[in-house]
């Protein structure tokens, strides 16, 4: 089973962008659904985009439009890149990994974690 390590999470402002990576360690990367989820504080962790093994997208409607996920199988990566923030993105984003593409955190059998980003207005 894979090993997931998120980075490229930091403080912007408003209207800025960032760019989240989740390196995977292991050979099976490619045979994986791939998502992101996030977690502002004392609220659940919340679907926020995903990515299957074809590379088919789901997105949150929240983050539709300016959110992007990307996966780079060779490299055993995921990207998320997130454009024009807005403070209520404000939270940790985990990685998660299962066979069957996540879409509810209660479906998910890997998890990295987490990386803190935070939007200021």
């Known amino acids: 089973q894979v090993q997931l390590v998120e980075s490229g999470g930091g403080s912007v402002q408003a209207g800025g962008s960032l760019r989240l990576s989740c390196a995977a360690s292991?050979?099976?990367?490619?045979?994986?659904?791939m998502a992101w989820f996030r977690q502002a504080p004392g609220k659940e962790r919340d679907f926020v985009s995903a990515?299957?093994?074809?590379?088919?997208?789901r997105y949150a409607d929240s983050v539709r439009g300016r959110f992007t996920i990307s996966r780079d199988d060779a490299k055993n990566t995921l990207f998320l890149q997130m454009d024009n923030l807005k403070p209520e993105d404000t939270a940790v984003y985990f990685c998660?990994?299962?066979?069957?593409?996540?879409?509810?955190?209660?479906?998910?059998?890997?998890w990295g974690q987490g990386t803190q980003v935070t939007v200021s207005s």
């Open positions: 990515i299957n093994q074809r590379g088919t997208t």
């Open positions: 998660a990994a299962d066979f069957n593409t996540p879409y509810r955190a209660s479906d998910v059998s890997i």
């Open positions: 292991g050979r099976t990367f490619a045979f994986y659904g």
